[in-house]
């Protein structure tokens, strides 16, 4: 019978790091080990649990269907364990405590920032750490427990991610208020070609949606400027007669100010991104992160 009592010990730490960095070389650089310690705990951890973890491939280690039920377990016990320790720290209200989160640029440029200062008028203990990502980037940071809440666009579920908040996105065309098009109520896609387009990287949600809706229509997109930086987009934007596209919330202070001037795109397709709020399925979130959910989503709910 295998020893599952092994599943307490360091071995599962090193293990998970093998399954998160892909190779046992690049887990003893992050740990600060020798690659022998690492070999010796995953060959005891497969001698125990009488099954091999791995399979050996080209390029590193991946994990088998064992590893991959290992490595769910483990990190969900993890998880636990983490946040039992900030409870019992928290046990007199918000005074101690992290969070963690990514997001996609958009909402780094006001939202996140603007939401943490608040939070922390009344939290002050409280510390933040922000990853800034690709859609793909963020979910795989909530899929691995490296980060506690995510903020992101999607256009499709995705595996082992609990939505914990979600709204309609539609993507706006985004301009400079002397833009010949500004005083429109709406404008659809064909009437954009005729101007300098800012748009994003082919890699990023958001472009994935418009180039699947030109290419329905039979419109050729051609940017003037293409980039993975939301602000590289917006300065283009603000500094001549270019057409950007983006969601209403990363950039609502720009139009509230008077910056921008953000327009509907009347074709449908523009009209199916989602922002999500996001944590990892089947964990319980330690309380300054839950807390700070609930801010998120309140905050959020408060601008619709």
Known sequence: MPNTRVLQETAVRYFLEVVRRGSITEAALTLNVAS??????????????????????????????????????ALRAQLETDRIGNELLALKGLRRGEVKLASTE???????????????????????????????????????????IALTFTMAPDRDIRVEYAQSAPILAVMNPAHPLAARKQVVLSELIAYPLALPQKNITM??????????????????????????????????????????????????????????????DMNTLQMEIQSLSGRTLPQAPRAFLNTLIARVTELE
Request: charged share 25%; hydrophobic share 45%; proline share 4%.
């Open 207 to 268: 472009r994935r949606l418009i180039d699947a809706c030109c290419s329905r229509k039979n419109l050729l997109l051609e940017p003037a400027l293409a980039s993975d930086s939301i602000n590289a987009l917006l300065g283009f934007v603000l500094a001549g007669d270019g057409v950007g596209f983006s969601a209403g919330l990363p950039i609502r202070k720009l139009i509230r100010d008077g910056m921008l001037v953000a327009l509907p795109i009347r074709d449908r």
């Open 36 to 73: 022998s310690a690492i070999s010796r705990q995953i060959a005891r951890l497969e001698d125990e649990l009488e099954t091999p973890l791995f399979e050996r491939v080209s390029r590193g280690m991946k994990p088998n269907a064992a590893g991959e039920l290992l490595a769910a377990h």
């Open 106 to 148: 958009g909402f780094a440029l006001d939202f996140l920032p603007t939401a943490i200062e608040e939070f922390r008028r009344q939290h002050g203990g409280i510390r933040f750490q922000l990853t800034v990502g690709s859609a793909g980037e963020v979910a795989a940071l909530i899929r691995e427990g490296a980060v506690d």
